[in-house]
């Protein structure tokens, strides 16, 4: 599975930002998407992750009721609504692909990452 994602940028305590994964090689509806974040010095941190269904979903205590992930399965896409930015949430945003095997704490796949940067 190849994994793109796009959406970051600049924005400011309090916007919205929508990041986007498009996945290709491999049949999309079969894996898990998770959205992980990272900033220099600290682990890779699960911020937010859905099923292969959409029907379930996994939110880090630190963006529950800010952030929202959905897929579309047509599209091959995942999606993370992050509203209410805050600084805290700068980071380099990675999407990443775990089988029905796999944990979402251990995908399989990752894409690129994208950087979100919260000014105050």
């Known amino acids: 599975v190849q994994l793109q994602a796009s959406g970051g940028g600049l924005v400011q305590a309090g916007g919205s930002l929508r990041l986007s994964c498009v996945a290709s090689?491999?049949?999309?509806?079969?894996?898990?998407m998770g959205w992980f974040r990272q900033v220099p010095g600290k682990e890779r941190e699960l911020v937010s992750a859905?099923?292969?269904?959409?029907?379930?979903?996994y939110y880090a205590d630190s963006v529950k009721g800010r952030f929202t992930i959905s897929r579309d399965n047509a599209k091959n896409t995942v999606y993370l609504e992050m509203n209410k930015l805050k600084p805290d949430d700068t980071a380099v945003y990675y999407c990443?692909?775990?089988?029905?095997?796999?944990?979402?704490?251990?995908?399989?796949?990752w894409g690129q990452g994208t950087q979100v940067t919260v000014s105050s």
């Open positions: 090689g491999r049949t999309f509806s079969s894996y898990s």
């Open positions: 990443a692909a775990a089988s029905r095997s796999s944990s979402w704490y251990a995908p399989d796949f």
């Open positions: 859905t099923s292969w269904s959409g029907g379930s979903a």
